[in-house]
């Protein structure tokens, strides 16, 4: 007898963790936020943030996929593993991270995964968008974070909230930053922050003073053009830490 996935087969959200595109924007995004946020102290407490900025932001990323490209019991493990963490860094500090800002992850995962998707592919459906919800509204009640929405509209009320009350640019802030300059480089950094133009909501880029254009707006469309022969990996190869390469790449493989 087959076991259940987590996520259907044939499921948007699997079309948009499958790639390593998608990916790659959500990260970008996802590093801006994370930056942003009130909590950000708590991923600041054992140190491994601001000594591995990239590789503590993929941890994140790669437990996402692995839970959308899990079977349900894989899955659960999984997410069990997740708040076993949690607890132990809660545990070593004397106090609990708040609930809030469990939801501020759960609910940047799902804006930037439409976001990325939309920029880079198409414009998702109504349908579409709930399913993404569905998924990781499933993901957060498994962590049993408190208050989660119930429905789409619901939530995206509640994540225009969190980013009006939640994110503000500190010393935090401003020593992340200087880390992902740091362990990128120049050109992958100005990459990044471009990136970020794109992919971030109103409220982030402002509070990061992105207010132009970004330089990357006219080649998204070259970029999709070079996917479609297969030129897209020779950028990669050009564009990506050394060290993240095997592990983007092999996010092309899920899936798919």
Do not use: C
Not at 41 to 61: A, C, E, K, N
Not at 89 to 107: C, H, M, Q, T
Not at 173 to 191: E, P, T, V
Not at 216 to 243: C, F, N
């Amino acid at each position: 007898m087959k076991k259940e996935n987590f996520v259907a087969e044939d499921s948007i959200v699997r079309e948009i963790w499958g790639k390593s595109d998608t990916i790659l924007f959500i990260f970008a995004g996802a590093s801006a936020e994370f930056a942003l946020n009130k909590a950000v102290d708590w991923l600041y407490f054992t140190g491994r943030l601001p000594r591995d900025p990239l590789g503590r932001l993929f941890s994140t990323v790669a437990y996402a996929r692995e839970i959308v490209f899990s079977e349900r019991e894989s899955a659960i493990k999984a997410i069990k593993r997740i708040n076993s963490i949690h607890a132990s860094v809660e545990n070593s500090r004397g106090k609990s991270i708040p609930n809030w800002a469990y939801r501020d992850v759960l609910f940047m995962l799902i804006d930037h995964s439409i976001r990325s998707y939309e920029l880079l592919e198409r414009k998702l459906s109504r349908p579409e968008k709930n399913e993404v919800f569905q998924v990781f509204n499933e993901v957060g009640k498994k962590m049993k974070i408190e208050g989660l929405p119930s429905d789409l509209k619901t939530y995206e009320e509640m994540r225009e909230i969190h980013l009006n009350q939640h994110l503000h640019y500190g010393e935090f802030s401003r020593d992340l930053f200087k880390q992902y300059r740091k362990h990128l480089g120049w050109l992958r950094y100005f990459l990044l922050i471009e990136t970020q133009r794109l992919i971030l909501p109103e409220q982030a880029k402002k509070l990061l003073g992105l207010y132009r254009i970004s330089v990357l707006s006219p080649l998204i469309g070259i970029y999709k053009i070079s996917r479609s022969i297969k030129l897209d990996w020779l950028l990669k190869e050009m564009l990506l830490p050394s060290t993240y390469k095997k592990e983007i790449r092999s996010l092309d493989m899920a899936g798919l």
